[in-house]
């Protein structure tokens, strides 16, 4: 029986039992509707690049498409990015808003953000706040953006915006909201009645129930045996993978018991598969009725579970059904409903329907048991006092480090009566601490004698268990207790609190977030220098832009996935298959002898050492591959994967595993085999002060950053007669036609690439997306059919290096005037298991001195590379300089703070004079009132002894270099004088097409309409240099104006004085004159120059929790002459919150045992989302730059410098933490912060302890 789905009003008509039974929403959309506006990243629920909305024909919502699975939206209308607009039915007014305010970048993540806004809208009736907007945005990542244009694009459409709206054309249609119906009938499409159960041919069954009694008979055809599961949203498959032997799907959302809900004076009945957002809704209203005031609180903590998306389609009982199955989930759906001392109804037949307790219900081992409802009574607030609490490592859509519930019972003497005080994310089996809801029995919770028992045992009861990647015992039974100090303080008389402790109740309040961006333009140059929406802008708002995976390609194209060794520095004996080639679907396996020509997926003849495809003996690092598994669809390629047995030899004697920086110098004497001197300095030993006035010396540690691009590792290779067609995420096509020539020793003439655009680089498409790219390509060479590479989330963190770790050991003598007079500074960076990719001699040297003075004998620079048990590190934003800078910066902090001066002064006693840092720092200072700020926070921190302030300041001189070429051509059109440009760099997101098209309009002397920027490839963009380093743009644009003005000197004899540019070139043509021109730009076109950059970052912290704001953030770099002001702006923003995210939450953790990355998902792995960047961002490029012969028409690169400028945040956390350890009564020490300084390092070295934790 067939089955129609609508999606955008137009019917797609399907044989269920034709799929897969667990096909994915996303799946169908993009393979079946062969709509590729919807993208996928992570497939988890964690990134939002899937959103799309669905309508039941009542209300419309969002949902995460890799989630939803299709099986359930039979009933539901499906609205997709493109179908809410396009460039031939007209733009959606979100999608225009968004593009015109300059709120994409790469643009991979913008139809989810599109989508969202959509569905906020469609919620809210059109009408929502923009504090509603901006905390809807918690499950979209931007990794290129830094949110802040984004959010200025959504908060326009809120009824109390104050966003200026003035560059956004308003016209009419932005009052119809609605996503565009069937383009037939103009109706929305209806849509078919739902079955009631199906089997398909490997025996699984679907089963659609529509009441209690239908769920059960369903669960009775499940065998003892048989795995089943009942569909509630399938959210939970985000948080631990759903069994892939499930035979029986019980779809439970058309059971109408299970969603309703009822009050009544005494208690609230919820049914149990209630949506969170559902739940949200019903607990909001029934907050107003006497009795039920506490559940705003309820509310509020739900708001932290998630995300919108996931919280629009998981259920209630599916999150309390996750905890039964995994107990160490750290539910907040279970700490809050357990504090609440909710019941649950379970069923275990139709007439078999029983009340218990939460934990009574967690403990029954019946597995078909039926959760129908959930009772939470009444707590009147005279009687009842009830708080909740999670701490995550950002703001939003993170699961707690730990979360917990408090309720009190209060007699007529204000004495605790009964007490429910519950924890999770302790350990599995801890959750009330019994101790001391006996001990508050009696006495009122605010007795000094009380609270210092309390504190006095509780930390000791926790024991919380280690498990990594989990944050360590010590900080989660330290934050337990802080949250439970901080439900004192909040709920406590005034008169019971000292007015400095009083702060420390409350958790961080953000207020709305804000910008502010200045930069002058040029109007003579125009197009050029002015602020000109993004070339893609709409067509990647709309969803239209196509990347990689968006080529289509016939339906008999196959898809891969990689097999990964797991046991490191043993050799592979045999491999084999056998079952995983049995496994259906799968159509071959290849490993290294299966490769025609050489195993390497980097080019020795590029300079790298050559690094395996697919190992073929000595395994480097976990998961390195050793095979790829071709199969139908990719979930049977992904399955298969785990079906390959490889056997090993043992590692040598000597073989010490060490995935990690930190594995090597935990050793009192590091193994010297793994350390190479990469940088020696010529100077034997450094010219110290005899005397020093002071000596510092320190240790400074920064840890990987994963680039976290929104478009994974792709590849796609269509064999087309004789040769190969490839589609690859690639940043430098140069080099990936050249390893996958060689690897099928084929000639390079007959691989030819071409790529539109990438969502996103950073560093990790310059070479390691060549190993899908390889291993695509040889699956397509042997099956002779396309074949579609996309790696999973998991699999490029497992095997993508990351930016290199690096560990400072300084040594320096200082005058008291805070003058540096010498210098030493050891460096060692995390190679991975090779040196590839190294910035140790490169930006890491280059930047190590930062803006300060010093001579050829005062300052000593010996760089390292070690050598570890992981993937080869790779270059990522900035590489080198993120280090170099802030290695430098960090000296400089900690010299002011041990000659205790402020860190600007000692700064300025440092800069050379005659550098022009010399006049912007105290500039800066004194238009961002730095000096008054201190004394403010002076102020504030003492005043409050559990939330501190503090403001960093950070200096930035970034060398930019230019080297390689990189050819373009120009193509002029005689029909209508329109122009295309193509070349051998890539638009990732940086604005290089935008510039390029402005360069040549403003050359050619035509409107910017008239060009347009082609798909870069190998033909016209052949032997170019890699896009990175912040110089593509430069450099193409470069090639581009000789290439204008060749063309300009060909129009010459055909202009005429009044002709307009069409008329010219319609000339040129009748003359036979040669339209097409192309040239290169090469080393030595232009010269180096420096950027220069200053931050002031100030924060608030959470004594309690480790939790923090950033409040304001101030930035001034120097851009030159920007070509194109609003990209430079993007730039700016989007690589200091990429560098905020390095600092402050991305912490990556290898298992020391095996060498497995732990945090390889986004479960457990966080960049910065829209709730994190800075309260009040403001960016200024400098003005009135002098015109500058370096660089391009004065220009400066903005891509990678200001992500060196993010460590302030640090140096602004050291001045909190040290008014929190004064307060604490240490000794004035210097405490090493690093990258990442997550809540953890915060709380851990804010020096408190629990016995001290008093109300007054
Ligand atoms: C990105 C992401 C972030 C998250 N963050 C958090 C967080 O911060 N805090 C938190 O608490 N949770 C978090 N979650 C978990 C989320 O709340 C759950 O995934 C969701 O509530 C599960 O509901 P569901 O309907 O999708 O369950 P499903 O995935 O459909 O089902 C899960 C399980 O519940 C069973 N089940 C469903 N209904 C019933 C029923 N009526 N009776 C008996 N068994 C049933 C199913 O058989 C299945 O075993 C997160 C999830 C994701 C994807
Ligand atoms: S792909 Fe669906 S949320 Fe990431
Ligand atoms: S624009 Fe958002 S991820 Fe690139």
């Not at 079946?32 to 990243?41: C, D, E, G, I, P």
């Not at 290199?804 to 030493?824: D, M, P």
């Not at 990429?1138 to 960049?1167: F, Q």
Request: hydrophobic fraction near 35%; charged fraction near 20%; charge should be negative.
């Amino acid at each position: 029986m067939s089955t129609t789905f609508t999606i955008n009003g137009q019917p797609y008509t399907v044989n269920l039992t034709d799929l897969p039974p667990d096909i994915t929403l996303n799946t169908f959309i993009r393979e079946h509707a062969q709509l590729t506006a919807t993208k996928f990243m992570c497939l988890e629920g964690g990134c939002g690049a899937c959103v799309c909305a669905v309508s039941d024909g009542k209300s419309t919502w969002t949902v995460n498409s890799c989630l939803k699975l299709l099986n359930t939206c039979a009933q539901l209308e499906i609205i997709t990015c493109e179908g809410l607009g396009n460039h031939q039915s007209g733009y959606h007014p979100i999608q225009k808003r968004l593009a015109k305010m300059n709120g994409t970048q790469c643009g991979f993540c913008s139809p989810g953000f599109v989508m969202n806004m959509y569905g906020l809208m469609e919620q809210h009736g059109g009408r929502v706040t923009m504090e509603e907007v901006e905390n809807s945005f918690g499950g979209n990542i931007c990794r290129c953006t830094g949110y802040r244009p984004i959010l200025d694009a959504m908060k326009s459409f809120a009824v109390d915006s104050t966003i200026d709206a003035t560059q956004v054309i308003l016209d009419i249609e932005d009052v119809n909201m609605k996503a565009r119906n069937c383009p037939k009938t103009g109706k929305a499409c209806r849509r078919t009645c739902r079955q009631s159960k199906l089997i398909f041919e490997d025996g699984s069954q679907w089963y659609w129930p529509s009441s209690l009694a239908e769920v059960f008979e369903a669960l009775e055809n499940v065998g003892n045996s048989d795995e089943f599961m009942l569909v509630g949203g399938n959210t939970a498959h985000g948080v631990y993978r759903r069994s892939p032997d499930i035979k029986h799907f019980i779809d439970v959302n058309g059971v109408e018991d299970l969603h309703h809900y009822s009050s009544d004076k005494d208690k609230l009945t919820l049914g149990a598969n209630l949506s969170l957002t559902e739940t949200m809704e019903i607990i909001r209203s029934t907050s107003k009725q006497s009795g039920f005031e506490y559940l705003d609180v309820l509310w509020h903590h739900i708001d932290l579970v998630a995300n919108v998306p996931v919280r629009n389609s998981g259920t209630l009982a599916g999150n309390i059904c996750t905890k039964k199955e995994h107990p160490e989930f750290p539910s907040d759906i279970f700490i809050s409903f357990e504090a609440l001392d909710v019941k649950v109804i379970a069923m275990k037949g139709i007439d078999d329907e029983q009340e218990m307790t939460l934990e009574e219900f967690l403990g029954d081992q019946d597995r078909k048991m039926l959760l129908k409802a959930f009772i939470l009574p009444s707590y009147p607030k005279d009687k009842y006092i009830y708080d909740s609490f999670k701490i995550m490592p950002r703001a939003q859509n993170a699961h707690a480090y730990v979360n917990a519930g408090f309720l009190l019972e209060l007699d007529g003497n204000s004495k605790v009566k009964s007490a429910r005080i519950c924890f999770g994310g302790i350990r599995p089996d801890f959750i009330h601490a019994t101790d001391i809801e006996q001990l508050m029995v009696g006495h009122s919770p605010y007795e000094s004698n009380l609270v210092e028992q309390t504190f006095s045992k509780l930390e000791d009861m926790f024991k919380p268990d280690e498990v990594l990647p989990d944050a360590s015992p010590a900080y989660r039974s330290k934050l337990a207790c802080g949250l439970l100090y901080k439900f004192l303080l909040k709920h406590a008389p005034d008169a019971e609190v000292s007015g400095k402790f009083k702060s420390g109740g409350q958790l961080l309040q953000r207020p709305l977030s804000s910008g502010l961006q200045l930069f002058t333009t040029q109007k003579q140059t125009y197009p050029v220098t002015q602020a000109v929406q993004k070339l893609e802008g709409m067509i990647q708002c709309s969803g239209e832009a196509t990347y990689m995976n968006d080529v289509l390609t016939t339906s008999n194209s196959v898809y891969c996935a990689f097999v990964g060794a797991t046991k490191v520095g043993a050799t592979i004996d045999q491999i084999d298959a056998s079952e995983a080639l049995q496994h259906p679907g799968v159509v071959a396996f290849y490993t290294a002898k299966d490769i025609p020509g050489t195993n390497t997926f980097c080019e020795p003849s590029f300079g790298y050492e050559a690094e395996e495809i697919f190992c073929s003996g000595l395994v480097r690092h976990s998961e390195q591959p050793v095979g790829v598994i071709v199969a139908l669809t990719a979930d049977q390629a992904q399955r298969a994967t785990k079906l390959v047995k490889i056997s090993y030899s043992n590692p040598s004697s000597g073989f010490k595993l060490m995935p990690s920086l930190k594995d090597v110098f935990s050793s009192e004497t590091p193994d010297a085999s793994r350390i190479i001197p990469l940088v020696i300095s010529k100077l034997k030993e450094v010219k110290f002060s005899d005397k020093p006035e002071l000596e510092v010396r320190g240790i400074f540690e920064m840890g990987l950053q994963y680039h976290f691009t929104m478009e994974p590792q792709t590849t796609i290779i269509v064999p087309f007669e004789d040769g190969l067609k490839v589609f690859s995420a690639t940043q430098w096509i140069d080099q990936t036609q050249s390893v996958i020539a060689h690897t099928l020793q084929m000639k390079a003439k007959d691989v030819q690439l071409e790529v539109r655009r990438l969502g996103g680089g950073y560093g990790c498409k310059i070479s390691r997306g060549n190993q899908v790219a390889c291993a695509a390509a040889l699956a397509a060479h042997k099956l002779n059919r396309p074949v579609r590479f996309v790696q999973s989330l998991e699999s490029m963190m497992d095997c993508n290096g990351k930016r290199w770790a690096c560990r400072s050991e300084y040594q320096c003598h200082v005058k008291t005037s805070g003058r540096i007079v010498g210098l030493s500074n050891e460096f060692y960076e995390d190679a991975g298991w090779n040196t590839n990719e190294s910035p140790v001699q490169g930006h890491s040297t280059f930047t190590a001195a930062n803006c300060y003075e010093f001579t050829d004998s005062n300052f000593k620079l010996s760089g390292h590379a070690v050598l570890t048990d992981a993937p080869s590190s790779t270059w990522c934003r900035a590489p080198g300089s993120v280090e170099g800078i802030a290695m430098m910066e960090n000296i400089i902090e900690h010299v002011a703070f041990e000659i205790q001066k402020d860190p600007a002064e000692v700064r300025l006693a440092n800069i050379s004079k005659k550098s022009k840092m010399a006049t912007l720092l105290p500039e800066f200072l004194k238009t961002r009132e730095y000096y008054s700020r201190r004394k403010e926070i002076e102020v504030f921190n003492a005043n409050n002894r559990w939330k501190k302030r503090g403001l960093g300041l950070s200096l930035m001189n970034f060398p930019v270099i230019y080297i390689g070429q990189f050819p373009a051509t120009v193509t002029i059109y005689h029909v209508d004088g329109t122009v295309v440009v193509t070349h051998g760099g890539i638009e990732m997101g940086q604005g290089m097409n935008t510039k390029i098209a402005q360069v040549a309009a403003y050359t050619l002397g035509i409107d910017l309409s008239y060009v347009k920027v082609e798909s870069s490839t190998t033909i016209n963009g052949a032997n170019s240099m890699v896009t990175g380093y912040a110089i593509g743009s430069e450099s193409v644009c470069y090639a581009v104006r000789k290439i204008c003005e060749t063309l300009n000197a060909r129009l010459k004899p055909v202009r005429k004085a009044k002709a307009t540019w069409v008329e010219t070139v319609e000339a040129a043509n009748a003359q036979l004159i040669n339209l097409i021109a192309s040239d290169h730009y090469k080393t030595g076109d232009m010269q180096n120059y420096q950027v220069l950059g200053l931050a002031l970052s100030e924060v608030e912290m959470d004594v309690l929790t480790g939790n923090i704001l950033i409040r304001r953030v101030d930035i001034l770099e120097d851009a030159g002459e920007s070509l194109s002001p609003w990209i430079d702006v993007g730039q700016v923003e989007g690589a200091f919150v990429m560098g905020l995210g390095y600092w402050l939450s991305e912490l990556l953790i290898y298992e020391g045992d095996n060498g497995r990355l732990l945090t390889n998902r986004t479960w457990n792995y966080k960049p910065l989302g829209a709730k994190d960047i800075p309260i009040d961002f403001r960016v200024e490029l400098v003005h009135n730059p002098r015109p500058s012969s370096a660089g391009f028409m004065g220009s400066k690169a903005t891509g990678e410098p200001p992500c060196c400028l993010a460590v302030s945040v640090i140096f602004a956390l050291q001045q909190a933490l040290q008014s929190a350890r004064q307060d604490a009564g240490l000794p004035r020490e210097w405490l090493r912060l690093g990258a990442p300084t997550t809540p953890e390092t915060l709380l851990l070295n804010a020096g408190h302890q629990v016995s001290e934790f008093k109300l007054k």
